[in-house]
């Protein structure tokens, strides 16, 4: 019974966080490595992980925006992941870091049948350097004696996660909270300030022999002061060892990916990301390269694939 009256808490939280949900970074290896997506997956694929990205957009741009993350978590108990995520982003005048706590209990309804609820607490920091620019208002608070400014947050995330065998659905809340900039009267306002957002993701892998599958994913994306954007891929895989993928967001983006993984444990991916705008041609695209390493376990028990006949 008290199960049940937890599962119904949940529920609850985030049907009343639906109706309310800045942009944060998203980095297209959510794909292999949905950890740094939302708090729900961590711990559910291995007994303990490391990943080093490094994203750089629009590289043909001076001041373009670059991007650097960690994601570490592992399985202490079972049923449970504690992980962390940390994540410095600079973009011309903008900068943001952040670092999360993740934690996720994993619950089992029936065979093959599974609740994640996961948590996310952290500690963010934005910026902006106006030292090179020049101003009109010289009294302009946003411009102080350093020309810096800089406010640090206190938010939390969290997310609910249903999977059955390898299909996934999870509903989550990167940021649960506002924090208002305290110069919300200036035009700079928007660049420190932290708004709710809402995502939903949805991955499953169909199995075609055992061998060989093909991995869907579709995110969606809302957030406060920014149009909504949905991805949606697909990527096939051979014995996890070697994948290759294409995803399309809207705003007319493509992203191309492969990747392998040596002895089930040491991991490369590469992206490529480009636009059809006009300024394709001069943006030179987006790269973005992951190295992991991942610690199966003999333990570790992974789902059964779904296949054809389960249809």
């Not at 506002?178 to 169909?206: D, H, I, P, R, W």
């Not at 983006?253 to 490369?268: R, W």
Request: hydrophobic share 40%.
């Amino acid at each position: 019974m008290h199960r049940y009256r937890l599962l119904l808490f949940l529920i609850s939280l985030f049907a009343l966080r639906i109706a309310n949900a800045q942009q944060y970074p998203v980095l297209d290896e959510y794909r292999i490595n949905p950890g740094i997506l939302a708090p729900s997956f961590t711990g559910i694929s291995s007994l303990f992980q490391v990943y080093l990205t490094q994203r750089n957009e629009w590289t043909g741009i001076p001041g373009a925006p670059v991007t650097g993350a960690v994601n570490i978590e592992g399985t202490p108990y079972k049923n449970m992941g504690v992980g962390t995520n940390i994540m410095l982003n600079k973009a011309g005048i903008v900068r943001y870091f952040s670092i999360n706590l993740n934690y996720a209990y994993h619950l089992q309804l029936a065979a093959d049948h599974y609740l994640h609820f996961g948590i996310s607490p952290g500690l963010y920091q934005n910026s902006i350097d106006l030292s090179n620019l020049i101003t009109v208002d010289a009294n302009d608070p946003m411009v102080n004696a350093s020309g810096k400014a800089t406010e640090t947050y206190v938010n939390c995330g969290a997310s609910l996660m249903y999977s059955f065998k390898t299909l996934n659905i999870c509903v989550g809340f990167p940021y649960l909270f506002n924090n208002k900039s305290l110069y919300q009267e200036t035009q700079y306002s928007n660049y420190l300030t932290m708004g709710t957002n809402f995502q939903a993701y949805v991955n499953y892998l169909l199995m075609f022999g055992k061998d060989w599958g093909m991995q869907f994913d579709v995110l969606y994306r809302n957030m406060q002061g920014a149009p909504w954007l949905i991805d949606a891929g697909l990527m096939i895989k051979y014995r996890e060892s070697f994948w290759l993928g294409l995803l399309y967001r809207r705003g007319n983006t493509i992203v191309a990916n492969a990747g392998f993984s040596i002895a089930n444990s040491f991991i490369l991916g590469y992206n490529y990301e480009f636009s059809g705008s006009a300024m394709m041609g001069k943006s030179g695209g987006t790269h973005e390269i992951t190295l992991g390493y991942t610690l199966q376990g003999k333990k570790q028990k992974k789902a059964n694939p779904l296949k054809l006949k389960d249809y």
